[in-house]
């Protein structure tokens, strides 16, 4: 049944008879709908889930399915990003610190806010897991010019971007590796001051194995800082809606609180969160740009592809960013959060 929805809703979108309003009911719908399932049983049945998938995050490979992330979203022509993403290409939550702050100036707020967050110095042996489009390595290697970082990426296309950037902006300080997470292994294991990632985890599946392996990739007085997109109290995988098939193929909503079951090897050091409406402003401007050229966005998602399906995948990116706009701006951005971390090696 839900394969025959989501044929109808594909439809729906290639030929864009569904109004945002209507897309957006939905999506708000959809996170009380949320909410609700995630709450039954009472705090007995929350107890028993939270179990569950603790048990879960603590076995087996430590990604399910990482081919997934690069052709739902990695492999994706890089014009594309480039369409849709501020200057920067962060693609994760960005720090709106006023009404009138601009999706550049977010991005750059929110990589100072992280490395201050991660007490990043000059001179720091950097290990950057899932470096995206480089946002994040790029910055480290313009800000912190004697620092040596070494990024980490599950894609060719971003890895050659990166590399392109940093040739291009005159960056010799960092390295870019393209690696399948399960089987990373860093050049200088026991020798970073700082293990740094931005919305990775959430594609994680056994974070304690891959908890164990970055303590040991840490110096002694090491530290690893995070950036997660968190729920504030419900833990949940994304299975059985179109998202989850869509974006996020075996992927993890966190709780603000999962993380503090994982200490076998690192210790929470301190936490930090950033409301949801942060994210929901960071969304809302990628769509602004999406819609603001989309004979350009349809042109670049047609490479290669038959129009009637480049058109069903742009409706699928707006659907996307209107869903998770949502989502992160519901009842106020008092639920679905933006959360730091930062531990220490035990």
């Given at each position: 049944m839900s394969a025959l929805r989501y044929r109808a809703l594909d439809v729906a979108l290639r030929h864009q008879i569904a109004p945002d309003a209507l897309l957006r009911a939905g999506s708000r719908w959809g996170a009380g709908d949320r909410e609700r399932k995630e709450s039954r049983g009472g705090v007995e049945g929350q107890e028993q889930r939270l179990k569950a998938l603790i048990e879960r995050m603590s076995t087996g490979e430590v990604a399910e399915v990482p081919e997934k992330a690069n052709e739902?979203?990695?492999?994706?022509?890089?014009?594309?990003?480039?369409?849709?993403?501020?200057?920067?290409?962060?693609?994760?939550?960005?720090?709106?610190?006023?009404?009138?702050?601009?999706?550049?100036?977010?991005?750059e707020a929110m990589l100072a806010l992280s490395c201050r967050r991660a007490q990043v110095q000059d001179g720091m042996e950097i290990l950057e897991l899932g470096c995206g489009w480089?946002?994040?390595?790029?910055?480290?290697?313009?800000?912190?010019?004697?620092?040596?970082?070494?990024?980490?990426?599950?894609?060719?296309?971003?890895?050659?971007?990166?590399e392109s950037e940093a040739e291009r902006r005159g960056i010799t300080n960092l390295n870019v590796i393209t690696a399948d997470v399960n089987d990373?292994?860093?050049?200088?294991?026991?020798?970073?001051?700082?293990?740094?990632?931005?919305?990775?985890?959430?594609?994680?599946?056994n974070w304690k194995e891959l908890l164990r392996r970055v303590s040991t990739w840490l110096k002694s007085d090491g530290k690893c800082w995070l950036h997660v997109f968190t729920h504030r109290d419900h833990p949940y995988l994304f299975e059985g809606t179109w998202a989850a098939e869509r974006f996020f193929t075996a992927g993890l909503m966190p709780s603000h609180e999962l993380f503090?079951?994982?200490?076998?090897?690192?210790?929470?050091?301190?936490r930090w969160v950033v409301p949801g409406t942060h994210y929901a402003r960071t969304l809302q401007e990628w769509l602004k740009r999406l819609d603001a050229d989309p004979e350009r966005a349809l042109t670049i998602l047609g490479e290669g592809r038959p129009r009637a399906e480049a058109k069903t995948l742009l409706g699928g990116w707006r659907l996307f960013l209107l869903s998770t706009d949502e989502l992160w701006g519901y009842k106020g951005g008092n639920h679905w959060l933006v959360s730091h971390y930062l531990f220490e090696n035990r």
């Amino acid at each position: 049944m839900s394969a025959l929805r989501y044929r109808a809703l594909d439809v729906a979108l290639r030929h864009q008879i569904a109004p945002d309003a209507l897309l957006r009911a939905g999506s708000r719908w959809g996170a009380g709908d949320r909410e609700r399932k995630e709450s039954r049983g009472g705090v007995e049945g929350q107890e028993q889930r939270l179990k569950a998938l603790i048990e879960r995050m603590s076995t087996g490979e430590v990604a399910e399915v990482p081919e997934k992330a690069n052709e739902q979203h990695y492999e994706l022509p890089e014009a594309f990003f480039g369409l849709v993403l501020g200057p920067r290409r962060k693609y994760s939550g960005c720090l709106f610190e006023t009404e009138t702050t601009t999706l550049e100036q977010a991005e750059e707020a929110m990589l100072a806010l992280s490395c201050r967050r991660a007490q990043v110095q000059d001179g720091m042996e950097i290990l950057e897991l899932g470096c995206g489009w480089g946002s994040l390595t790029l910055w480290l290697g313009e800000q912190y010019p004697n620092a040596r970082i070494t990024a980490v990426s599950n894609s060719h296309g971003q890895r050659g971007y990166i590399e392109s950037e940093a040739e291009r902006r005159g960056i010799t300080n960092l390295n870019v590796i393209t690696a399948d997470v399960n089987d990373f292994t860093p050049p200088h294991p026991g020798s970073y001051d700082r293990v740094m990632s931005i919305e990775m985890f959430e594609h994680m599946r056994n974070w304690k194995e891959l908890l164990r392996r970055v303590s040991t990739w840490l110096k002694s007085d090491g530290k690893c800082w995070l950036h997660v997109f968190t729920h504030r109290d419900h833990p949940y995988l994304f299975e059985g809606t179109w998202a989850a098939e869509r974006f996020f193929t075996a992927g993890l909503m966190p709780s603000h609180e999962l993380f503090s079951f994982f200490q076998e090897d690192l210790v929470l050091a301190d936490r930090w969160v950033v409301p949801g409406t942060h994210y929901a402003r960071t969304l809302q401007e990628w769509l602004k740009r999406l819609d603001a050229d989309p004979e350009r966005a349809l042109t670049i998602l047609g490479e290669g592809r038959p129009r009637a399906e480049a058109k069903t995948l742009l409706g699928g990116w707006r659907l996307f960013l209107l869903s998770t706009d949502e989502l992160w701006g519901y009842k106020g951005g008092n639920h679905w959060l933006v959360s730091h971390y930062l531990f220490e090696n035990r």
